[in-house]
């Protein structure tokens, strides 16, 4: 088959296309043929070295996947060749404590797909079976691909962790990104009221359309005022956090006592600072959340279905572009998903 590949860590220019091993499905695992794969800010961790793939190198990213089931392994049940499929990308083991307790997405032995295993930069994709989902036919595969990592990890992030309710304020960090144009829309579905922040003006309309009452250039704006002045000084109920840093450390000022701030990603830095004054003596909540469930991704897809939530597509390349699509999302060009097409 051919995929999108690399055999050294750093930038876009590390990206080959080329012949690549087909993939053979073990028991239980099914291989898919790939029809559009979205990209991720995990995708550029893994190229460049931050986060090094565990399996080594070569590596073929791509965590979100939306295909046609091509073969079946010994011993799957329940789909066939030829089904039209999106691949939850969660791996885990089912019988570690925390899989016990329900909390597959902190298993022992987690890991996603296009990160601990070959992804869908490629033609063919091997994942387990029991992580297919049927793609319904209202579906499109572009959308189906922008579900599973960027809109499931902002429902559960909303829905799940900081548990959203009907007239509270959120604070949606970087509506441009996946998970921002995701959560500005599952926090309006919950009856949320939403403020958000864009890194340029001209993300601006996007916001304001995916249903952000208030939106804050955060180059030219200080968002903390800005949630303030929204709010009659009284702060925001949830912020949702993904860019680490000075972003982080002053997300905590714009909240609410008893608010809670959801961090779920890092796309600047890993580290932040946090005022311990104002968690302590306004009784905040700072929450880690990654991913959700399967159950929680076919809840995604009814909405989706529904109309109430739509994935926001910014433009489809070639998966033989793909060093191209990679440097589009590293300049920051793009406003919501960037989608690969074998
Ligand atoms: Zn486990």
Redesign the pocket.
């Known amino acids: 088959m051919k995929a999108a590949f690399f055999k050294e860590h750093g930038g876009s220019d590390r990206i080959l296309y080329g012949d690549y091993p087909d993939p053979v499905p073990g028991p239980g695992e099914a291989v898919v043929r790939v029809r559009a794969c979205a990209l991720n800010h995990v995708d550029l961790l893994l190229l460049d070295g931050r986060f090094p793939p565990p399996e080594g190198l070569p590596h073929v990213n791509g965590c979100e996947v939306a295909g046609v089931v091509e073969e079946v392994g010994a011993g799957v049940a329940g789909v066939g060749r030829g089904q039209r499929v999106v691949v939850f990308p969660g791996f ?9 307790r329900g909390a ?1 997405t902190v ?4 890991g996603y797909l296009g990160a601990h295993k070959d992804g869908g930069y490629a033609e063919l994709v091997k994942v387990p079976a029991a992580n297919l989902l049927p793609l319904p036919d209202g579906v499109s595969f572009e959308q189906g691909a922008a579900l599973p990592l960027a809109m499931l990890t902002a429902w559960h992030a909303l829905v799940a962790q900081a548990d959203v309710r009907p007239g509270q304020t959120v604070l949606v960090q970087a509506a441009g990104s996946g998970v921002g144009s995701a959560a500005i829309q599952i926090a309006r579905l919950c009856g949320a009221r939403v403020m958000t922040t864009v890194g340029s003006d001209d993300k601006v309309e996007l916001a304001r359309a995916l249903g952000a009452e208030r939106v804050v250039n955060y180059r030219t704006g200080d968002f903390v005022e800005a949630a303030k002045a929204w709010t009659g000084k009284r702060g925001v109920d949830v912020v949702v956090e993904h860019i680490g840093g000075d972003t982080f450390e002053r997300s905590v000022y714009a909240l609410t006592r008893l608010g809670t701030l959801v961090t779920i990603g890092s796309h600047d830095t890993h580290w932040g600072r946090l005022d311990l004054r104002h968690v302590y003596s306004k009784n905040l909540r700072i929450v880690g959340t990654n991913l959700g469930s399967i159950v929680e991704l076919r809840q995604v897809l009814e909405h989706v279905v529904a109309g109430r939530l739509r994935p926001v597509i910014d433009r489809t390349f070639p998966l033989a572009e793909a060093r191209a699509a990679v440097q589009y999302v590293l300049d920051r060009k793009n406003r919501g998903k960037v989608l690969l097409i074998p």
């Not at 885990?92 to 016990?100: A, F, H, I, Q, T």
């Not at 298993?107 to 987690?110: E, I, K, P, V």
């Open positions: 885990s083991c089912g019988r570690c404590e925390y899989c016990l597959r298993c022992l032995q987690y």
